[in-house]
């Protein structure tokens, strides 16, 4: 795709995840107890309990809740255990789809999975199927109008992978996954507040869908998100303007 649609996606996106903040603690919990348990209960110490942490404040999650699904994580606290897997299939238009959960039941969540795919037009796929077609990297997204020159420069300065420029003037800085919250905090020292700033799986090429391949798509993507099990969903999906 073009870039000309790349900030009009992103609103999109932002625009669905409001409208589903009731479940947005729940995940949230899940993600900072996984990552105590992998990582230790010191979020300075342990980047993915950072990022869990930073994400739970920025949704006003009251500091108690936090502290209590830290001590769950490192067995402080009972608690439930969870376990991290992916699954990978095809969407409308063969739109790659990977989907991240944290579940107590696999059984379960295969099956949630499986049904959401078959039901609004996708396929239910094997591991690895559209794996390589994502990098796992760090991503900030700065809307347009920024200060495009000195905003390369800090990012490029902080240690940056690349920065990438689309054609609707937002700016994207990709990182390292364990430069994330180093370049972050560097750029934010500088000035620069991101719009979307998140670990994630970018999709190396994109595929456009438009009309009534985007409705179906987009009624797949709310279905998965939509399941308890299911923390995020990525997809080479896009929507045309």
């Not at 009731?22 to 949230?28: A, E, H, R, S, Y």
């Not at 054609?167 to 800085?173: A, N």
């Amino acid at each position: 795709m073009a870039g000309h649609s790349k900030w009009a996606n992103i609103q999109h996106r932002k625009g669905r995840q409001d409208a589903r903040r009731g479940k947005i603690f729940t995940k949230l919990i899940k993600e900072i107890t996984v990552a105590a348990k992998g990582g230790g209960g010191d979020p300075g110490f342990n980047p993915r309990l950072r990022l869990a942490v930073d994400r739970a404040k920025a949704e006003n999650m009251p500091a108690d809740n936090i502290e209590r699904a830290i001590k769950r994580g490192t067995g402080e606290l009972e608690g439930v255990s969870y376990e991290e897997c992916r699954y990978e299939g095809y969407g409308v238009g063969g739109a790659a789809v990977m989907v991240d959960c944290l579940t107590d039941n696999k059984t379960r969540t295969v099956a949630d999975v499986r049904y959401a795919f078959s039901k609004h037009g996708g396929n239910l796929g094997t591991d690895g199927c559209v794996a390589f077609m994502f990098k796992h990297c760090g991503q900030l997204l700065f809307a347009p109008g920024n200060d495009e020159a000195r905003l390369v420069d800090a990012a490029i300065e902080a240690g940056a992978e690349d920065v990438v420029t689309n054609d609707d003037g937002s700016i994207e800085i990709l990182t390292a996954p364990n430069d994330f919250g180093a370049v972050k905090d560097t750029l934010e020292r500088a000035g620069f507040k991101p719009e979307l700033a998140e670990i994630t799986m970018k999709p190396m090429s994109e595929a456009e869908l438009s009309s009534d391949d985007a409705a179906k798509m987009q009624r797949l993507l709310d279905a998965l998100e939509e399941l308890d099990d299911v923390q995020s969903v990525y997809t080479s999906a896009v929507f045309s303007d």
